[in-house]
């Protein structure tokens, strides 16, 4: 492999030693030589290799998606998205148009609707039996928590009047007790079970087209969770592994894995961080509770206007036990919390464990990853000290913040000035590691960057951005997408800084994000990829 | 990490295009440059760095212990040791010396017994009693498929004259029915289970005790393998990582797993190959049959002088299911087969296997490591051309052969022809992978050529060599120890060979293996051990 040499363009390294260099050399994968232009050339005289003139575009480390459910993004293209639709009619036409285009008896699938786009009630099995009566349907809300389906979903599913609510979940069900349609947390499972499983290559075409959509946004890691329903585990980690073996895993993967591993993973033997730089194992994933649009967050008071606090979808002494338990084995966890309630247990859960592991000192087992809150989307200031005292990661997903406002505003009412705290996580020491969260959202990172640095939509609204005193710089946006990552995946050594030696991880972009107005941030994308020294995307 | 420069000896690359060089720079790890010192000090004119004058010693590429039971045999440093001892009397003198030094009730552990050196008949609970009547003893038979044990150890694990035969195992037992205290095959799972397991530290000082050995002989990778009793699996796995989270893995290892952890692996969705170049996911391990020693090993006919075939420790159907089910999951396997008749149902499988996957075409899943037959100790000629037929490894121990003949000839007969089959089975077309089976044998690979070349014990008997027509040239010995091993570890792109942009694992000699005579190469061994580009051992 030749040497590749930048040059003739603001590099932004993100190490605090030397924040911006011109030219930058690679050789084998690695970084090999930074600095000025001179310097660069004459680290690498004599050997044979070829010049990229940046021609005055940026470079920055590779962005790391460090919370995606990766093969339902690349579905998303396959079937019908409801993302973005705001009204129940519209929604209506996109699915009676698919349904025309299947064949006889084939389920019709989709995802991202949100009813409270559409006005404040829930869709029902009647709105889609009026476009689409013969086949069945299964559309997943936008947060991946409740389940929209028709009549015929639900008869094949077998679910009557008479089905009890699933623990941690619930049936929806209109005044004569008869189910509406909507399926929440683990009453999903009901439908779920009997919708067919995707072929390996339908899972692989799926992977690749979410794989080339990351590189064309400057990504070159992505971290892999499982969703509520444990949807991706098993299969990922295989089909990565497949994508490997025929030269097309393109990025790097960590990858997390549901419950039902656990005990596989510890009796194999196998921690945390075992694998490669392409794929690694991460950790034990877990659920806390639901989400802020399904009502289902659990939070500490009761939802303004409403009387529930939310779910809490495990047992908080299952929590606890589990979460000690997989520590104690070298397994690091990433535990999905979203409202404060859910936020603490898991902290409290998270104390007990570091208090095991500092009971046995040197005897502990190496944990190579730290552990983790997925979306700690609202927060107690009580509680916000403890994720730096504990080491915890905070994975938020900045994109969340500007599209749930007028969620969070009629459910969470003055508790938002806790809610997105990324300025207050980050000055209370925590490191902040960001994502998409995608399907639920674009994985766009700089849409992410956008909302984290404004606070506001891409239309500008709020004006002022929605409790601006949360507002991160470009910056510490950047660093939330390449240097927390990389301390999330304990590769802090290797990634997330452009440093000599570091992996040769960056990605040229269309325009300079130091230089952009605030508002133009969200329009920037990669203009080439590089992963591992390999142009990846151009 | 600076550029380290060996000259002045000659380097044996086993690299057909330029197999004898006199310099080689390494740098990160990697091999940097080979050829002439001239060549080779040019190509890092300018890089700081050392050089290291070998004066003439031979540098080799890093040697491969094909199939160790690590951990065990850092124990025997530990343990009684009873490998080499030629009479019942110097057997029990040394119980008798280990069971004075040892706290009261603690069990007095060993292995490497072998009756066979000491006359044919078999020993008894009643010889350990003689000297060591109060605290439990438990031995393990050199070939690790049987144990003999003390009246104590019986009476803790409840064995009597009624206790039935456990299936695929067998209770010695007197005229009388009572238990004599030898236990074969799965039988001695009944004394195990009520050993007190090892501490953590116990089995990490054994690992490093191991690895220091392994490193002294110019060892650079391992391949760890379950026994009999799979002791050695999520154990050794996970320990490795914990050394390694330790600084303290100075040598890389390949690792297989047990039957219990087939079911989690697949659901994991883990493959083999699976890891990093320090530390990988091997493949299942199943065991067809017995051993020589033990005659328990399974033979198309019956054994010399006897009216028994030995054992098959698999129904044939399970054996067939199980490898058509790992490989179906892209897992690859090593299967135990010393007999004739073990050695066939296992290619019979693996041809099974084989079809499945050309069935599937390009939907069959990766398959990164090739399957293994581990020892091969006879093959009918009629079954010989199916390994390289099926790309099948032959994972073979050269000093099994000389330490066996006064066995292999007594139970054998005629049929040592086939025995051992070196020359054979390499020019059949497969590839052999060397080991030890320590702590079956000594660790000592230089013992292994030795025997692999001469088909002599070092004493140099017998002299002309035991079916002096299988012995292997001084290279091909050296091939099975390094490019074997690096095809069965599915490297063969990075290791075996020294090569441009290979591992930096090789090792100086105290000697040149290509100048020795053939007497001289048992005594060779490491001067320097260089792994991943450090010296690990001088």
Redesign the interface.
Known sequence: MSTMVFYNGPIYTLDPEQPVVRALAIR?G?IIALGSEGRVQASVAGQRGETINLRGRALVPGLTDAHVHIIQQGLTLREVNLAGITSLKDAQRLIAERAATLPPDAWLRGSGWNHLAWGQSWPTRADLDAVCPDRPVVLTRKDGHSLWVNSRALALAGVTATTPHPEGGQIQRNRNGEPTGILIETAMELVRAVVPPLS??ERLDALRAALREALSYGLTSVHVVPGPNHAT???????L??LR??GELSLRALVY?AP??L?????????SG????W?RLGGLKLFADGSLGSESAEMLSHYEGRRHVGIATIEPEVLDATIRYANSH?ICVAVHAIGDAANRKVLQALEHALADREALGE?A??L?LPNRIEHVQVIHPKDLPRLAELGVIASMQPIHCTSDIEAAEALWGARCAYAYAWRSILESGATLAFGSDAPVESMNPWLGIHAAVTRQRPNGWPEEGWYAEQCLSVEEALRAYCCGPALASGEAQCKGQLQIGALADFTVLTGDPFRSKPYELHALTAAMTIVGGKVQFE
Chains 1, 2 share one sequence.
């Not at 005990?263 to 921690?271: K, P, S, T």
């Not at 075992?274 to 730089?277: A, I």
């Open positions: 084998h690695r390996e290559e585990g098993p299969e990922v980690l295989r089909d592994q497949t073996a025929r894995f039902p591993d005990e596989g993973v510890i009796h194999m033997g196998l921690r075992f694998g490669d730089p794929l070298g005897a087992p190496p190579a």
